[in-house]
């Protein structure tokens, strides 16, 4: 599975923008999909991820009530919805994926990873 991210730019604190993760591959919807995202010197850390059918939804406490993960199998791309961005949510997001959800969700073994796209969020 190839996973290219979209939907990066420059946003001003308060906005909304939305990020798209094309997967190549005809078995995306056998995949867990996720998000995560990276600044410089730090880890990668966990935003959202989604189940294969799209029924189970987990979120980092950080993002929770701001953000909302989707997926549609039909198109082999899932979302990232990002509302009422902050200074903070400035990194660059990278899209995941893996057969295991649990996996995902707990950052415990990533199977593929996009290329990243930045996002810059502005006060």
């Known amino acids: 599975v190839q996973l290219v991210e979209s939907g990066g730019g420059l946003v001003q604190a308060g906005g909304s923008l939305r990020l798209s993760c094309a997967a190549s591959g005809r078995t995306f919807s056998s995949y867990a999909m996720g998000w995560f995202r990276q600044t410089p010197g730090k880890e990668r850390e966990f935003v959202a991820s989604?189940?294969?059918?799209?029924?189970?939804?987990y979120y980092a406490e950080s993002v929770k009530g701001r953000f909302t993960i989707s997926r549609d199998n039909a198109k082999n791309t899932a979302y990232l919805q990002m509302n009422s961005v902050r200074p903070e949510d400035t990194a660059v997001y990278y899209c995941?994926?893996?057969?295991?959800?649990?996996?995902?969700?707990?950052?415990?073994?990533?199977?593929?990873w996009g290329q990243g796209t930045q996002v810059t969020v502005s006060s």
């Open positions: 995941a994926a893996d057969a295991d959800y649990s996996d995902l969700s707990l950052h415990r073994g990533v199977t593929y």
């Open positions: 989604i189940s294969w059918t799209g029924g189970l939804t």
